[in-house]
């Protein structure tokens, strides 16, 4: 799977607009069955809300996206709802906005806003992460040569994990999964093919998106 953004964590967020509240949940959802769980549990927990309304997008190419106006006119809940997740970019969430009914109604293009906003809004509060794809890497060298290549390891965009010290120096390294080979190319060049490697596990590193 390629690098993809999601929610930095599973959280809640409420606002009132025209005295009705709006919570918007949000949680990471791997699968459509835990979306439908997720979705649920909430419908339980807020059997007395008016409407849970939900939206979620679910797979590597955004393969299932679901939503639900839950009782409100067609088009003015879950469709703002999941426009908001496919325009921020996000994967394996779900979405799920319960609204307790203030008195006021809003119209059409006020449910369309309101679902919206409070969405936005909750993503906003919560934070967005992308999950990028890393392989552990460990690079044995020499001695002489590993102070040279532990300055150039750390003017790269490579992770040093840590480093052992045995008979010979061994960098364990988390690298980026699209500049493996990169590394591999820097790194022989560096080493004048000295160096010996060794593979370990895939890793999914969280960097927080601040754009």
Request: charged letters at 30%; proline letters at 2%.
């Amino acid at each position: 799977m390629r690098n993809f953004r999601t929610i930095k964590d599973n959280s809640s967020y409420e606002v009132s607009i025209k005295k009705s509240r709006f919570i918007c949940h949000l949680k990471r959802t791997e699968t459509e069955e835990d979306a439908q769980r997720f979705i649920e549990e909430l419908k339980k927990e807020h059997w007395k809300a008016n409407h849970n309304c939900h939206a979620y997008i679910i797979g590597e190419n955004d393969d299932i996206q679901r939503a639900s106006d839950d009782g409100e006119p067609s088009g003015t809940a879950g469709l703002p709802m999941l426009e908001v997740l496919k325009k921020k970019q996000l994967k394996n969430v779900t979405a799920v906005v319960t609204r307790y009914f203030g008195g006021v109604k809003l119209g059409a293009s006020g449910l369309i806003r309101a679902y919206g906003h409070t969405t936005s809004e909750a993503i906003e509060e919560i934070g967005i992460v992308e999950k990028q794809l890393h392989q552990f890497i460990s690079l044995e060298v020499s001695y002489p040569m590993s102070g040279k290549i532990q300055n150039l390891l750390y003017q790269k965009p490579y992770r040093v994990e840590d480093i052992d010290y045995t008979d010979t120096v061994t960098f364990n390294c988390l690298i980026p999964a699209e500049q493996v080979q990169s590394f591999y190319e820097e790194t022989t060049e560096w080493t004048n093919a000295q160096a010996s490697y060794k593979e370990g596990q895939k890793a999914w590193i969280e960097v927080d998106v601040t754009d």
